[in-house]
């Protein structure tokens, strides 16, 4: 008797395809960060936020006023420090450390980034042609945020040592608390839920 579609054997999913994704996005912040390191962004950084702020409606002046006078005391300052964090956003992407607080931290700053420097994409001002790409950024954190509650903890990532390692640990890289699982892959998993849709037994690992 052939077996029903429910029967079927789960095809395995590959772990790899959402740690290619991560990956891919912190070579991406990488070569970001490496530019805000080159002196044509510390010697420009006033001078673009203070022309972003150029005709600005009237009800954002406020708003970009707050942002200058409170970094041209301090502009050196501010140029390591957003220097300083899309390294370690970089950083963090590529190792795969920290995941959910990484991607919830890094959508805030690019939603920063996104109100000042890019002036909010400037829609509302005439000869805008896109929104910006800041707030694209912040959408594929969040994309990857929700990513980790789909998938749960990933394979090929530093958070996935830790956190065998370290108790509390899954605050800091999961959404909501991992369950336990015998089996180490997710191709593992498929194949336990296949046996278990056959009727076989699913103790111990999947041979």
Do not use: C
């Not at 996104?114 to 950024?137: H, K, L, M, N, V």
Request: without cysteine; charged residues 15%.
């Amino acid at each position: 008797m052939a077996p029903t579609p429910s029967q079927m054997p789960a095809r395995p999913l590959p772990a790899w395809p959402k740690d290619a994704l991560r990956i891919a996005f912190g070579l991406i912040w990488a070569i970001d960060a490496a530019l805000k390191w080159l002196p044509g962004f510390r010697s420009g950084y006033m001078s673009l936020l203070m022309s972003e702020a150029q005709g600005q409606p009237s009800w954002l002046r406020p708003w970009f006023n707050f942002w200058i006078t409170l970094q041209h005391p301090r502009a050196d300052l501010f140029i390591y420090l957003s220097a300083t964090i899309e390294t370690l956003i970089a950083a963090a992407l590529l190792l795969g450390f920290a995941r959910k607080l990484t991607y919830i931290s890094a959508a805030v700053f690019s939603v920063i980034v996104w109100a000042t420097a890019e002036r909010f994409g400037g829609p509302y001002a005439s000869g805008s042609t896109d929104i910006g790409t800041a707030i694209i950024y912040a959408l594929v954190f969040m994309g990857l945020l929700a990513l980790v509650a789909y998938a749960g903890p990933a394979r090929y990532s530093l958070d996935y040592w830790l956190e065998r390692r370290v108790s509390w640990w899954w605050r800091l890289a999961e959404v909501g608390r991992p369950r336990p699982l015998g089996p180490t892959s997710v191709g593992d998993v498929a194949a336990v839920t296949a046996r278990a849709a056959m009727g076989a037994p699913t103790t111990g690992s999947p041979s």
